[in-house]
C-alpha cells in the first residue's frame, strides 16, 4: 500500500473551531477492545463532553452507546465522523456522509489518508482532517 501525504485538511485554526461547535461523533471502526486506539481516543472524546456513536459491525453498546453497523442506520443527527477504517474505506464513507446530508467534518486519524475521499467530503462542505489524532488534537487545544 502506498502512503499519501494530505493534500486536503484543516488547519489549527479550523481544528479548534471542529471541537468548538461539534457535539455528536460517529466513531466508525470503533472497537470494544479497551486497548485498541479507537476506544481510547472514543473514550476520551466521552469522557470530555462529546456524544460518541459507534459504528462498528459486532456488539450491541461499546462505551454505554447503541452500536450501528453503518452511518445510515443512525436515526439522528450526525456533525463528525472519526474514521478508523484503512483510506480504501474512505470513498465509500465520504460517499455516506454525503448522502446523509447532516455530517460537517470528515476526519481521518493519525496515519490514514485518501486525499481523492477527503476532496470530495470537502467539495460537499465538509471540514476535512486526516493524519491527525482527534485525542491529541483536542488536548493540545486544552
Known amino acids: 500500500m ?31 477492545d479497551p486497548t485498541k486506539a479507537s476506544h481510547r481516543v472514543a473514550a476520551y472524546l466521552q469522557e470530555v463532553g462529546y456524544k460518541i456513536v459507534p459504528v462498528y459491525p459486532k456488539e450491541e453498546t461499546i462505551l454505554g452507546e447503541k452500536v450501528y ?3 445510515a442506520e443512525i436515526p439522528f443527527e450526525i456533525d463528525m465522523v472519526d474514521i478508523f477504517r484503512k483510506p480504501a474505506a474512505f470513498d465509500a464513507i465520504a460517499d455516506a456522509c454525503i448522502e446523509r446530508g447532516d455530517v460537517k467534518v470528515f476526519w481521518g486519524q493519525l496515519g490514514l489518508v485518501n486525499n481523492a475521499a477527503a476532496k470530495k ?8 482532517v486526516q493524519n491527525v489524532c482527534s485525542m491529541v488534537a483536542h488536548r493540545n487545544l486544552t
Open 69 to 71: 453497523r453503518s452511518l
Open 121 to 128: 467530503a470537502k467539495d460537499a462542505g465538509m471540514k476535512v
Open 2 to 32: 502506498e502512503c499519501e501525504f494530505p493534500t486536503v485538511n484543516s488547519n489549527q485554526e479550523e481544528i479548534k473551531e471542529i471541537f468548538d461547535t461539534v457535539k455528536t461523533i460517529a466513531v466508525l471502526g470503533l472497537s470494544p
